[in-house]
């Protein structure tokens, strides 16, 4: 696939350090991509010399003299770094120069930024980012991720209409199922929301599974899982939290003793093999959705290998027209409306 | 401690078959507890027979003809099921007869009934339920799990009250931490309810830790974690579910060939200790805080130990007087504000 990819170099917790190799590692396994590396001249040059010949005109720098740093608040990052690696990539996708854009920093400028350059697409109102989340039966995508906190059953609807158009673009499944997260307590099935959104989802024309709760995410239940920022935040945090404290559990057990080690060491390889199956690495790569461009969040501390992952994810829904499917999606829903 | 606990021997997938043997496990680790089994007399007749002379007078069966089955609305329940065993174990907690119930049932109609019969404390608006989660230090109670889906800040300022005299009660920890669970997204920092509870609680002269996140919960920064009952209902089927996975993923690999099932056996006994670890029977026991007495909630498909364990729990609560507790901190609260 013939995209351009804008890389924030500059972003994230290891910056070129780890978007530099990333940036080569994308480009050999795509072998029709090109990547435009944005930030410092003076820190990108020495580290893409040694390649310029193996990639030739496939990478060039572009470059941008600021950074945003993790903690920059939004409005700061946006009116008083309009030079910065962020901001610059994002321009590219604007100006049509790149397809897509790719950053390891900090969600709520990168947010900020892509909504003010590039605006959101016709009959979106909020821009939604999008995890994926490793199941029994392969990965499934919740959306929102924390953009947006308190969500209408018609912004949830939307989150529903971008994610499916994810699925198809980047997944390539047909009519991806849409599930929308609840509560299964008998007390009451969910809020006033919850209920109108389950509504309009219905009669969406979308391959809506209805309800589903916490656990079934990770059955694979539906393709893509809607919910409002604050539940899908909560939601991906307390995974994260738990996988850590059961690996560590883990390796505590597995390290008591001398004995355990050597145990530990009979099974490595199935031990790495479980691992290797719920690598968060391979899940990397947050898309911004519902905006006139594609933007992928990776997380601020990815590896160079997870953030290759973002770079190819990125790649995919650019090549797939992820924004004329959900444009298309959305006028068909509101010509049936009209 | 000299408690008497209610037992609705009817409720849960495996009614009496798990209820009463968990029930004389209790009282043995228990010398000084008694139990009452409430159910269908020639149901429990027949199982108590054997242990009679074991446990004499501490043990008894209290008669009720119907059963609230697992998928009856909660406003059926309560209204033409009178003679429910868990709405008859209730009452005996109403008359004084016992210091606790213990329930596996159905929790919407658990709820309405406690809530009916036994009517809140002083100064609580809303019930809600409080479950236990492990955390790399020991455990956590995160409340509301499932009663209250639309909350106030005030609320979950209650919330935090009576998660924190639980844990004073149960775990005996004098001035335990009380988090707020929220979202760190630099996008929004929590939605105006939550950024108006972390103020109450901040005045509320309990020992508030600030906000916490999805991750924290695990790491053990608080002994009490709030948050509404769809936020927190979400994050304990997420748990859940993903504790599956994982568990399913780890007896795959471990299954896949006659190799790794060699190594299988001999990483047993380090498996097994990770997962006694994590074995989610030992947290067994969601007490519904917030009423005129002591009702403990058990998973509908708990087992004899587990179902053990949420009797436990009830017991004490009941021994370390909870209720008095919480409303002893109410009244000084409010004494605060007049």
């Known amino acids: 696939m013939g995209v ?116 959101t697409l016709p009959g979106i109102d909020r821009p939604a980012i999008a995890a994926v989340l490793p199941t029994l039966t392969g990965h499934t995508y919740v959306l929102d991720l924390g953009a947006n906190v308190d969500c209408s059953a018609e912004h949830l609807l939307q989150f529903g209409i971008m994610g499916a158009m994810l699925v198809s673009a980047v997944d390539h499944v047909d009519r991806p199922r849409v599930g929308l997260l609840n509560i299964g307590e008998e007390v009451i099935k969910g809020n006033e929301v919850v209920k109108d959104a389950a509504e309009l989802l219905r009669t969406s024309g979308l391959n809506f599974c209805g309800n589903v709760e916490g656990n079934d995410i990770f059955k694979g239940t539906a393709h893509v899982v809607v919910c409002d920022g604050f539940v899908g935040n909560v939601a991906l945090k307390t995974t994260e939290g738990l996988a850590q404290m059961l690996g560590a559990f883990l390796r505590e057990e597995f390290g008591r003793n001398l004995l355990t080690k050597l145990v530990a060491l009979v099974a490595m390889p199935v031990l790495k093999r479980f691992k290797r199956r719920v690598d968060h690495r391979r899940y990397n790569g947050a898309p911004l959705l519902g905006l006139r461009g594609v933007v992928v969040k990776s997380h601020g501390s990815a590896d160079a290998l997870a953030y290759e992952h ?29």
Chains 1, 2 share one sequence.
């Open 310 to 338: 973002a770079l190819a994810k990125a790649a995919e829904a650019a090549a797939n027209k992820l924004l004329d499917r959900i444009v298309d999606r959305m006028a068909s829903m509101n010509e049936v409306k009209a």
């Open 4 to 119: 351009t990819i804008a890389i924030d170099c500059m972003g994230g917790d290891h910056g070129p350090s780890v978007t530099v190799p990333a940036a080569f590692a994308f480009l050999r396994s795509h072998p029709d991509a090109k990547a435009i590396l944005v930030g410092r001249e003076d820190v990108l040059t020495p580290l893409l010399e040694p390649r310029a010949a193996e990639f030739g005109a496939r990478v060039r720098i572009h470059p941008a003299s600021e950074v945003v740093a993790m903690d920059d608040p939004p409005a700061i990052a946006m009116r008083s770094k309009k030079d910065s690696s962020m901001r610059v990539a994002i321009d590219l996708v604007k100006e049509g120069a790149a397809d897509a854009a790719v950053s390891a920093g900090n969600t709520g400028a990168l947010m900020a930024i892509s909504r003010f350059v590039l605006k």
